[in-house]
């Protein structure tokens, strides 16, 4: 590079173009060329120092993208910014000392592989933030990517990839003076290898999505959105008058159906965390169950699923589980975010959520952090999800499987519900904490991946909006309004079979992980021997 300035225009440049799909609808596409400019910057770059200019393109990606967590946690924002970049910065740090010991193009695969196999990964860990996953890009061009019911989101990620080294290959080719010198069908494999890569899986797309008919028996759905301010819930409002305006909202909506016996059968939905009256010993004692138990003894055919920061009560000298908070002498409470379901028939299901956030629902490694938090007082969060995950069901004994808030970031797991059975699912959450930011917009959006790659209608319920009913080709049908209360009314289906990602899992994150370890081998055999290419030093 000759000038600092334009240095400086690609490392932004990048940052930009990968920024742009999570915050506007339909520019998913401008992922498959974002990370060309900081490839080229490094390629380019002489001497060391280069760290800090990958390292502040990713905080900036991060920045612009998810900012809007500091809304709820200034703290956790900024650290959720810098280490989520720090990993990224890792990943290409790795790369940059791959280019020592491999020559030509096997560097740039070993990129590619690193970044997913890191990608996989951290869906699975206990401190996890999958959020910008490469794949996540096309989650508001859902066009472009009908085939994630065979790959997943991390097919995705690995388009991303394979589009932007291509580009770059071309870009190499021209800039350092090899194009000249290829002949007429060198230059044309080239093209054609290039393209087949930008467009091939658009003419994939295009065809799984001509291809599908969506399929199932319809359902009705009554989605309520209450929009209480969850700064200010229990500060200005009971539970019993919350109980009263989504009962108010509830019964208008099902004026017509009354007392009708023969009327079709209908769901009905509630918010995450709307109950906080819900003792899992004693669930029917609960104020609001029983509240809602008088009101749907109206309404046959009904069944009402909502969400409840729930309380398991335990008893012991010591305390019983690390997690477990004192209430009294011998008495212990261990908290959950929790959905329910049930009809007027009294019956009563339960589902933990398994993916909290952390910090917020979850407190890490507790072995490691409970004493530290015990020490600070206690101020992360100690919910106790289920380790496995599990379908409510309806009145007729349909499975459903219901995604609490964060849960429907995560594709692989949300694939479960569909293995046990699940013929529909939904997605109760509380979008509100991170106020009028791209940050609900994105939560939404990642929905519609999980309806393409299951192939399930979605209903979804936010306190605050955007509720929304979603189809199975991703596409959203119907949405309400950002905080407004209102009642969202509509058919989903309910639809049996797997998709091929169902199915088989993620085929791709596997098979990345199994060539990054391979290739992490062959690399470390090579440092220890001392063979070097002399291509790029950090």
């Known amino acids: 590079m000759k000038t600092r300035t334009q ?3 690609l490392a932004v440049g990048s940052a930009l173009l990968l920024s742009l799909p999570f915050l506007l609808p339909q520019a998913g596409a401008l992922a498959l060329c974002a990370l060309v400019p900081l490839l080229w910057l490094e ?4 001497g060391r120092g280069f760290f800090w200019w990958h390292y502040g393109t990713f905080v900036l990606w991060n920045a612009l993208t998810t900012f809007w967590v500091c809304n709820a946690t200034v703290g956790g924002g900024i650290f959720a910014i810098l280490a989520n970049a720090l990993q990224m910065s890792v990943i290409f740090a790795l790369f940059r000392w791959s280019r020592r010991h491999f020559s030509g193009s096997v560097p740039y695969l ?3 592989v690193a970044w997913i196999a890191w990608e996989r990964w951290y869906f699975g860990t206990q401190i996890s933030w999958p959020w910008l996953v490469l794949g996540n890009a096309f989650a508001r061009t859902t066009a472009l990517v009908q085939w994630y019911e065979y790959t997943g989101t991390l097919g995705g990620s690995l388009w991303v990839w394979a589009s932007n080294l291509a580009l770059l290959g071309l870009l190499c080719a021209w800039k350092e003076g090899r194009w000249p010198r290829w002949n007429g069908k060198a230059r044309a494999a080239a093209l054609v290898g290039a393209l087949l890569v930008l467009l091939g899986p658009v003419a994939a797309s295009l065809a799984v999505g001509a291809r599908y008919e969506e399929t199932g028996t319809p359902r009705e759905v009554c989605i309520v959105q209450p929009n209480f301010d969850p700064y200010q819930k229990f500060q200005s409002l009971t539970q019993a008058q919350q109980n009263a305006i989504f009962i108010d909202q509830a019964a208008r909506a099902l004026a017509s159906r009354k007392g009708d016996s023969t009327a079709a059968p209908l769901l009905l939905l509630a918010p995450e965390t709307f109950a906080n009256d819900v003792v899992t010993n004693f669930v029917p004692e609960g104020r609001t169950f029983r509240r809602f138990q008088d009101f749907l003894q109206d309404y046959p055919g009904v069944d009402l699923l909502f969400g409840a920061s729930s309380w398991t009560y335990l008893f012991s000298d010591e305390r019983p589980t690390r997690t477990a908070r004192e209430l009294g002498e011998g008495q212990w409470a261990e908290a959950h975010n929790s959905a329910l379901m049930t009809d007027r028939s009294g019956r009563w299901e339960i589902f933990h959520k398994s993916k909290l956030v952390v910090g917020v629902e979850l407190t890490p ?3 490691l952090f409970v004493p530290i938090d015990d020490a600070l007082g206690g101020v992360m969060g100690r919910c106790i999800g289920q380790p496995e995950v599990s379908n409510l069901h309806l009145g007729d004994g349909t499975p459903l499987g ?14 479960e519900y569909v ?3 699940a013929q529909a699912l939904c997605v109760i959450t509380n979008d509100a904490w991170w106020g009028n930011t791209p940050g609900y917009k994105q939560h939404l959006s990642y929905a519609c991946l999980r309806a393409i790659e299951t192939r399930r209608d979605i209903a979804r319920c936010a306190n605050t909006g955007i ?3 979603i189809d199975q080709r991703g596409r959203v049908v119907a949405r309400t309004p950002w905080w407004e209360s209102t009642v969202l009314t509509g058919t989903i289906r309910l639809r049996e079979g797997e998709t091929f990602f169902v199915r088989n899992g993620d085929i791709v994150g596997r098979l990345c992980v199994f060539l990054f370890l391979l290739l992490l081998l062959a690399l470390g055999v090579k440092a220890i021997r001392g063979e070097k290419t002399g291509d790029c030093s950090e």
Do not use: D, I, M
């Not at 390629?43 to 002489?46: D, G, L, N």
């Not at 219901?402 to 694939?415: F, I, K, N, Q, R």
């Open 467 to 469: 509720s929304a009913l």
């Open 419 to 421: 293995r046990r059975g």
């Open 43 to 46: 390629r380019t770059w002489q």
């Open 110 to 112: 070993f990129l590619a």
């Open 7 to 9: 240095q400086w225009l």
């Open 365 to 367: 490694y507790p072995a």
């Open 402 to 415: 219901c995604a609490v808030c964060y849960e429907s970031v995560y594709g692989e797991y949300c694939t």
